[in-house]
């Protein structure tokens, strides 16, 4: 066991996204991307959409669909160090609560990205394929599932 | 105002705990410090690895860079990026005996804390606030330490063989009649080590086909017990009666998973006091579960023992139970009696069986004699059967520092966990940052404290741990609670809001998940 460890919880990152506040968190980080995007001159509006949609979607499949294991040890023996965070969500069990927002939250973001470029098809492009690369991960048939050996160790 | 409690009719005195909810203000913010820190981590590992930055952690040799890699780095992120930060707070070297003020050697680091130099400066007197030291029994001096030191003399130092072989001295037979006398059990058998007990009993009391009831926020030792005696265990809620009564009636009616048997033994592992929560257990609500659905129950009394009580005696006799109602009672040397080692008491067919089965007993060494006599001293000293006082007074003066304490806390404004009973005191850090710089401040300003963070505690509810004894004396708590009150002011820690009504339960998720055995 990890020495000091308060609660007799195998891997914290399974609970880490269903902590109080996270959600509200993670709406305000969007928000303040949008934000900071929309101050540069340079960008019109559907650009800063599009923008805030892509960099979102990026992060979103770097830090939960690309990155493996956990930042610290655990005591379960290796059993998560394969599984990316999505994977290790919950243990494994699909159609929670944390797992439905986190696949909602980019559609929504697809929606009001979409009406604010107004639907110009560079842009319908773009928004489609980023929001594809992040929700096909997500689909239950996916768990654990490494197409073409990528990201398998 | 008051709660209505639940099976109030139980409890001979008011039960308050209160753990006051994390303000939604500082979870965002504490979210934010850990995202920066993580991004400010891959960052500075980027740099280590295209050698911009010096890279100070063990890799592995160039020889062996192809093979395949013997450690995955990302395990360690959190060591490397957060921990190393702000490792100065933790194992601090001592150099006198651990009572209400201690010295410590001071250290120095130029590299961020990878590596230190001690100054040769040794900080004498600091308040130490972070020893389990709940009776003020690690001194140097005193009966305990002259009774000590003549069965030094006498019998030695070691023991040298098992309790089963050669290791059974008269001293651990005098020891075993004590403790079950104090405890007011049949019979007790000592072990040398308190984490050897929980762990190498639990095997020998439950195994396969046995269900076992733990609590969420249980000990490692508790833990890695019931992980090695292949029981199935089922967590239950914090302290939460409901969570374990809808458990046992889920075992009693379902069985085992597959089979539907009936379960061979339901096994319920509390403890007395929680360490990292300062949480009491609801004992007498357990109890009453426990004889309702025909149960065992195991309770761990490491921090309680010696620390609750009017007499001292624990949680049964906080609550002024029976000590029959409790199958299992366990506990440590370690905490309220200056010595180390635990025991488990209970009725003399359980005990006998234990000495023969359990592995601490067949394989361990004995206690050493000298602490055997520490543990004599120290509990005939609070039995009063010494012919002092002392024990009787140590004891009402520990309760009477816990409740000053955590009366001037609240009232400064901290969030403070816990029963109001529990000497010891999780005030409320949350973020990252004020982690590293509460434990510095308070070392300034010559008191030593226990900070914790994630992932020891839940990544929203890091804390700083005060455990109070019976040796403080008014000035010295007076004097820790102005530095207390200075650096909350500093650090703004003062997050309370001072809700009339406090929440009685400790607010957890909803539905939470449990990893599954296949």
Excluded at chain 2, 26 to 35: E, I, Q, R
Excluded at chain 2, 67 to 87: K, S
Excluded at chain 2, 208 to 232: F, M, P, Q, W, Y
Aim: aromatic share 10%.
């Amino acid at each position: 066991m990890n020495v000091g460890v308060a609660h007799s919880e195998v891997n914290p990152n399974t609970r880490v996204m269903n902590s109080r506040g996270m959600w509200l968190t993670y709406a305000l980080g969007v928000g303040l991307l949008h934000i900071v995007l929309l101050s540069i001159p340079f960008f019109s509006v559907p650009v800063a959409w599009t923008l805030t949609n892509v960099i979102h979607n990026l992060g979103m499949y770097v830090f939960l669909h690309a990155v493996k294991g956990t930042p610290f040890e655990t005591p379960d023996q290796g059993k998560a160090r394969l599984l990316t965070h999505w994977e290790q969500l919950d243990y494994g069990v699909q159609f929670t609560s944390s797992r439905k927002f986190f696949t909602i939250s980019p559609i929504i973001l697809y929606f009001l990205a979409s009406f604010y470029t107004k639907y110009d098809s560079t842009h319908f492009i773009l928004n489609t394929a980023s929001l594809l690369t992040v929700l096909i991960p997500k689909l239950p048939q996916l768990h654990g599932v490494r197409i073409f050996g990528i990201n398998k160790y | 105002v008051n709660h209505i409690v639940h099976n109030g009719g139980l409890y001979k005195r008011p039960f308050n705990e209160a753990f006051e909810e994390t303000p939604m203000l500082v979870a965002v913010l504490t979210y934010l410090g850990y995202g920066v820190l993580t991004l400010f981590g891959y960052l500075r590992d980027f740099m280590r690895q295209w050698k911009i930055e010096k890279c100070q952690n063990a890799t592995e040799r160039e020889e062996q860079k192809d093979f395949v890699p013997l450690y995955q780095d990302f395990e360690n992120f959190y060591t490397r990026n957060l921990y190393m930060r702000i490792r100065d707070s933790w194992n601090r070297p001592i150099c006198s005996v651990p009572g209400a003020k201690v010295d410590m050697m001071e250290r120095v680091s130029h590299d961020y804390n990878w590596t230190f130099t001690y100054t040769g400066r040794v900080i004498k007197g600091v308040i130490n606030m972070g020893s389990y030291n709940y009776l003020g029994f690690a001194q140097k001096a005193g009966t305990c330490q002259k009774a000590a030191a003549k069965v030094l003399s006498q019998y030695g130092a070691g023991v040298c063989s098992t309790r089963q072989e050669m290791g059974n001295l008269d001293k651990h037979e005098e020891l075993e009649k004590l403790v079950a006398r104090f405890l007011g059990v049949e019979s007790a058998m000592t072990y040398g080590m308190g984490f050897a007990t929980n762990s190498m009993n639990i095997p020998a009391l439950v195994g396969k086909g046995c269900l076992i009831l733990s609590d969420e926020l249980n000990h490692a030792s508790l833990v890695l017990g019931a992980r090695l005696s292949g029981a199935t265990i089922r967590i239950f809620k914090h302290n939460n009666m409901q969570s374990l009564e809808k458990l046992l009636k889920d075992a009693i009616v379902h069985g085992q998973p597959r089979t539907r048997r009936p379960w061979k033994k339901i096994l319920i592992l509390v403890e007395g006091i929680y360490s990292m929560e300062g949480s009491i257990v609801r004992l007498p609500e357990v109890i009453a579960l426990k004889k309702k659905y025909k149960s065992y129950l195991y309770l761990d009394e490491a921090h309680s023992i010696g620390a609750l009580g009017p007499r001292g005696r624990g949680v049964v006799d906080y609550f002024g139970l029976n000590p029959e109602d409790v199958d299992v009672m366990m506990g440590t040397f370690t905490k309220s009696f200056g010595a180390a080692g635990g025991y488990i008491g209970g009725k003399k067919e359980l005990i006998d069986y234990l000495r023969i089965c359990s592995h601490s007993a067949v394989y361990a060494t004995s206690m050493s004699p000298p602490v055997v006599e520490q543990i004599i001293t120290s509990v005939k000293c609070i039995m009063g059967e010494d012919g002092a006082t002392v024990g009787k007074a140590r004891v009402q003066q520990l309760a009477e520092n816990t409740r000053y304490f955590r009366r001037r806390l609240k009232e400064m404004g901290f969030i403070i966990y816990g029963n109001e009973d529990s000497p010891i005191v999780p005030l409320m850090l949350y973020m990252p940052a004020k982690i590293g710089a509460f434990g510095r401040e308070m070392l300034k300003r010559n008191i030593g404290v226990v900070v914790v963070g994630f992932p020891a505690t839940p990544i929203i509810e890091s804390r700083a741990r005060f455990c109070l004894s019976a040796t403080h004396t008014k000035e010295m708590l007076d004097r820790t609670l102005k530095e207390v009150d200075e650096v909350g002011d500093l650090l703004q820690l003062k997050y309370s809001r001072h809700r009339l009504v406090p929440l009685l339960d400790r607010p957890f998720d909803e539905t939470t998940y449990e990893e599954t055995e296949d």
